[in-house]
């Protein structure tokens, strides 16, 4: 299969950091865009569902595409966590495995 692009005419994509990949972005006029979550209490998030407590139940795929080869994959690496706010400033502080040792998790709905 010939690629689409040329290697040499895709631009580097770096590694950002959560403030840096906030600052990147183009937001319509009176929107805004905040962290709720990142690490320490996310790692390869894929999908994420909340309950009625208000609790994020985040899928983890923790072992996805390791390498260009997908070598590792299979490892039972995944997780289920429920992510907290629970001192009022809006931020997750408290992380809960629900669900972990899973081999590439997909999606998860939230309990009602």
């Known amino acids: 299969m010939t690629p689409p692009f040329a290697a040499e005419d895709i631009p580097p994509t770096p590694v950002l950091t959560v403030s ?4 990147s972005m183009q937001l319509q006029q ?20 909340l309950d009625a407590q208000g609790r994020m139940w985040v899928t983890e795929m923790n072992t996805f595409m390791p390498n260009l080869d997908g070598e590792n ?3 039972p690496k995944g997780n289920i966590a429920i992510l907290q706010e629970t001192n009022n400033d809006g931020e997750v502080d ?16 939230a309990p009602h």
Do not use: C, G, H, W
Not at 20 to 23: E, F, K, L, S
Not at 94 to 109: A, C, E, S, Y
């Open 30 to 49: 009176d929107f805004s865009l905040e962290t709720v979550a990142a690490e320490p209490y996310v790692f390869s998030p894929v999908a994420m569902s």
């Open 20 to 23: 840096q990949a906030i600052a």
């Open 94 to 109: 408290k992380r809960t495995v629900f669900l972990d040792n899973t081999i590439l998790p997909r999606t998860f709905n």
């Open 73 to 75: 994959e299979e490892i």
